[in-house]
């Protein structure tokens, strides 16, 4: 009898966990500009967090989303990654968003936000600086950049059920494109 009821409730688990929304994130535009040797990414988000994931950040767990561009074929592609941490400090009640560190770059002074809301339409209108490489790519190259949440910068207690449980799923399709002549 024992062993029944820890298995009813092992598969209530279960259903509870498949029944978890993941919430969503899309790459409305995306186009590469530059001249003169510099080179940055214009990218606009679409981004909704789950119950779980908006917890996290409304008790001041940072969330992290993963940009990752490449440009051209393999194997000659050439690639970036930058990162967009999103934060809550409960004190102040303020939002940020900032780029934080690639090697390159260093990351960026944080944007600051009253509410989740201003929080998350800055995300429609992001710009990352690209290194010299990318200003010189010829027209017609292929372009592709999806958004995902990095769940290694999550605290580790958050890691398991970011790679597991749905609710944590959060990652874009790709989006892709070609570079036009200047």
């Known amino acids: 009898m024992l062993l029944v009821s820890v298995l009813a409730l092992a598969l209530a688990g279960c259903d509870a966990i498949r029944a978890q929304r993941p919430g969503s994130l899309d790459v409305r535009s995306a186009r590469l500009v530059g ?3 510099v080179a940055a990414l214009e990218l606009g988000l679409d981004c909704r967090l789950s119950g779980p994931a908006q917890d996290a950040l409304e008790h001041g767990i940072p969330i992290t ?21 999103l934060r809550y400090f409960p004190l102040s009640r303020r939002y940020q968003m900032r780029e934080t560190g690639s090697d390159e770059t260093g990351g960026t002074e944080p944007r600051s936000f009253a509410t989740p809301a201003y929080l998350f339409a800055a995300l429609g209108a992001l710009r990352f600086d690209l290194p010299s490489e990318f200003a010189g790519l010829p027209p017609a190259t292929p372009l592709r950049v999806t958004a995902r949440l990095d769940p290694a910068a999550l605290p580790g207690p958050l890691r398991l059920p970011a790679l597991f449980e749905p609710a944590w799923r959060l990652a874009s399709p790709e989006y892709a494109w070609t570079l036009a002549a200047h």
């Open 35 to 37: 001249g003169g040797g």
């Open 65 to 85: 989303l993963q940009v990752d561009l490449a440009a051209g074929r393999w194997p000659r592609a050439q690639t970036q990654t930058r990162r967009v941490e």
